[in-house]
T-cell receptor, first 112, second 107 residues
Framework: NAGVTQTPKFQVLKTGQSMTLQCAQD?????MYWYRQDPGMGLRLIYY???????DKGEVPNGYNVSRLNKREFSLRLESAAPSQTSVYFC???????????FGNGTRLTVT | QKEVEQDPGPLSVPEGAIVSLNCTYS??????FMWYRQYSRKGPELLMY????GNKEDGRFTAQVDKSSKYISLFIRDSQPSDSATYLC???????FGKGTRLHILP
């Protein structure tokens, strides 16, 4: 009964390094999302995938890329990390786009 | 202006009190609204969702939507220390979140 699983839980990067955040869901949901959460800013949508094979930009997509690898997995890539990308990243899934979301427990990323 | 606005708090109330958490929204296209609860260092969890009119009750929790004033409320009866968390409201349409209200229930 895992729900949404995110890896890693914590990561420290130096400016300019790249990394991929992984997300997998076992609820057979069609839609998946990546959010970032910063103090005073709330949850902001980075990218989402309404269904397997599609991806779309959210509110804050600059500096990120995503891949919907299959129905279960949706990854977020930082090609050249910047200190402004220090944040907590949450992956979520839902049965369809705009239906209630189920979240993972987040990846805490620090870029120095 | 963000499409969903919340007072960030913190809101501190004594145990057993009725808590009222509120949001305003500006997007008339929202069809339904959700309330999420987020404990420290955890992901948000869905608490309730309600369509764009009327009330919905689930145990100690009641969600209310007033379409005419674009106002969403969550009431918690008989509040418990375990209710201490951040509460986020959200509208559908790619799930737009408010910034969340931090709630502290004082034993």
């Amino acid at each position: 009964n895992a729900g949404v699983t995110q890896t890693p839980k914590f990561q420290v990067l130096k400016t300019g390094q790249s990394m991929t955040l992984q997300c997998a869901q076992d609820m057979n949901h069609n839609s998946m999302y990546w959010y970032r959460q910063d103090p005073g800013m709330g949850l902001r949508l980075i990218y989402y995938s309404a269904s397997e094979g599609t991806t779309d930009k959210g509110e804050v997509p600059n500096g990120y890329n995503v891949s919907r690898l299959n129905k279960r997995e949706f990854s977020l890539r930082l090609e050249s990390a910047a200190p402004s990308q220090t944040s907590v990243y949450f992956c979520a899934s839902s049965e369809y786009v705009n239906s209630p979301l189920h979240f993972g427990n987040g990846t805490r990323l620090t870029v120095t | 202006q963000k499409e969903v606005e919340q007072d960030p708090g913190p809101l501190s109330v004594p145990e057993g009190a009725i808590v009222s958490l509120n949001c305003t929204y500006s997007n008339s296209a929202f069809q339904y609204f959700m309330w999420y609860r987020q404990y420290s260092r955890k992901g948000p969890e869905l608490l309730m969702y309600t369509y764009s009119s009327g009330n919905k009750e689930d145990g100690r929790f009641t969600a209310q939507v007033d379409k005419s004033s674009k106002y969403i409320s969550l009431f918690i009866r008989d509040s418990q220390p375990s209710d201490s968390a951040t509460y986020l409201c959200a509208g559908d349409d790619k799930i737009i979140f408010g910034k969340g209200t931090r709630l502290h229930i004082l034993p």
